[in-house]
């Protein structure tokens, strides 16, 4: 699935995607053209249906993404400082939007970028050595990547706000506590975790799945009496399909459904 120099993007037949970022020497740390390879595999995996759940995570052990590429940012004037949150907020919303589900599988720093990219994932697994944070003011630049936008969503404001002002590491434990992450599990076990979960979401009906994630996300921009009447028009659509009929029989008959798509 294309050929990257920054990424691996492996597909195997049974809908799962794993797409690791792999620059292990700088603890995968994003660099412009990282991020414009990601946002070519984001194209790619969007349009390939066969997909039901992607996973993201970093090469090694010792970094899921150690934040935006400190190296390439440390030459940039307003223009193109502008240009990389352009890239970078486009690619964590893509991620975030996709049709497929998206799995982070947090395996040691996910500091700045590191913690936008997990954060842009719609489930969020640690390993137990994971550290989140958003150093950004240390470096004299704020939180980007549009995440100074989602991240109060998802963990509320005075969360956030401590997170991207005091520039601090927390450890899984204490981002479990607040609600990052999903769960921590050992980090010998993070990617069979994230697998299993994985294969748990692709074995259910795929457009109900397609579903329920965009009234969810689309529903956060409504207010609730408007997402309460999408969800009734998405949710009458799904009794429009095979699917639901070969669930409901399947359950009725006792066996597993076999899922088609349609
Ligand atoms: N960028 C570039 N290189 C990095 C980065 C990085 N973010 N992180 C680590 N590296 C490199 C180190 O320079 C080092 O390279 P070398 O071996 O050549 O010296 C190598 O990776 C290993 O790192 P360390 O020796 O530092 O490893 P330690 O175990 O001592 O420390 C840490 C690990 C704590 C993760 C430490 O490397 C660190 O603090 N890294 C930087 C973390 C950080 O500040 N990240 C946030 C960057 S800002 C950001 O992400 C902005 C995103 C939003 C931008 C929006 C723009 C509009």
Same mark, same amino acid.
């Given at each position: 699935?294309?050929?990257?120099?920054?990424? %691996?993007?492996?597909?195997?037949?049974?809908? !799962?995607?794993?797409?690791?970022?792999?620059?292990?020497?700088?603890?995968?740390?994003?660099?412009?053209?990282?991020?414009?390879?990601?946002?070519? @595999? @984001?194209?790619? #995996?969007?349009?390939?249906?066969?997909?039901?759940?992607?996973?993201?995570?970093?090469?090694?052990?010792?970094? /899921?993404? *150690?934040?935006?590429?400190?190296?390439?940012?440390?030459?940039?004037?307003?223009?193109?400082?502008?240009?990389?949150?352009? %890239?970078?907020? &486009? +690619?964590?919303?893509?991620?975030?939007?996709?049709?497929? !589900?998206?799995?982070?599988? +947090?395996? &040691? $720093?996910?500091?700045?970028?590191?913690?936008?990219?997990?954060?842009?994932?719609?489930?969020?697994? @640690?390993?137990?050595?994971?550290? /989140?944070?958003?150093?950004? +003011?240390?470096?004299? #630049?704020?939180?980007?990547?549009?995440?100074?936008?989602?991240?109060?969503?998802? #963990?509320?404001?005075?969360?956030?706000?401590?997170?991207?002002?005091? &520039?601090?590491?927390?450890?899984?434990?204490?981002? $479990?506590?607040?609600?990052?992450?999903?769960?921590?599990?050992?980090?010998?076990?993070?990617?069979?975790?994230?697998?299993?979960? *994985?294969?748990?979401?692709?074995?259910?009906?795929?457009?109900?799945?397609?579903?329920?994630?965009?009234?969810?996300?689309?529903?956060?921009?409504?207010? %609730?009496?408007? &997402?309460?009447? $999408?969800?009734?028009?998405?949710?009458?659509?799904?009794?429009?399909?095979?699917?639901?009929?070969?669930?409901?029989?399947?359950?009725?008959?006792?066996?597993?459904?076999?899922?088609?798509?349609?």
């Amino acid at each position: 699935m294309g050929s990257y120099q920054n990424i %691996l993007v492996e597909k195997e037949d049974n809908g !799962i995607c794993t797409v690791t970022i792999n620059r292990p020497k700088v603890l995968n740390a994003l660099n412009p053209e990282t991020m414009r390879e990601l946002d070519d @595999a @984001a194209d790619k #995996i969007a349009a390939d249906l066969s997909i039901r759940v992607v996973i993201i995570t970093g090469s090694g052990n010792k970094a /899921f993404v *150690a934040g935006a590429d400190i190296a390439s940012m440390s030459t940039m004037g307003l223009w193109e400082g502008r240009e990389w949150g352009v %890239l970078g907020g &486009g +690619v964590s919303q893509k991620i975030e939007e996709l049709p497929q !589900i998206v799995i982070a599988a +947090v395996n &040691g $720093y996910a500091l700045g970028g590191g913690t936008v990219l997990a954060t842009s994932c719609n489930i969020r697994l @640690a390993a137990d050595n994971a550290v /989140f944070g958003l150093p950004e +003011v240390k470096l004299g #630049i704020m939180a980007g990547f549009a995440c100074t936008q989602t991240l109060p969503r998802l #963990i509320g404001v005075p969360n956030a706000i401590e997170l991207m002002t005091t &520039g601090k590491h927390i450890n899984a434990q204490e981002a $479990y506590r607040i609600g990052l992450v999903n769960k921590v599990v050992p980090a010998n076990e993070l990617l069979a975790a994230a697998r299993e979960m *994985a294969k748990q979401i692709a074995a259910n009906g795929p457009l109900a799945v397609r579903l329920t994630k965009r009234a969810i996300y689309e529903g956060l921009s409504m207010d %609730l009496a408007a &997402g309460r009447i $999408y969800e009734r028009e998405l949710h009458g659509l799904c009794f429009t399909t095979e699917d639901q009929k070969e669930g409901m029989r399947a359950f009725l008959e006792k066996r597993k459904p076999n899922f088609k798509d349609r």
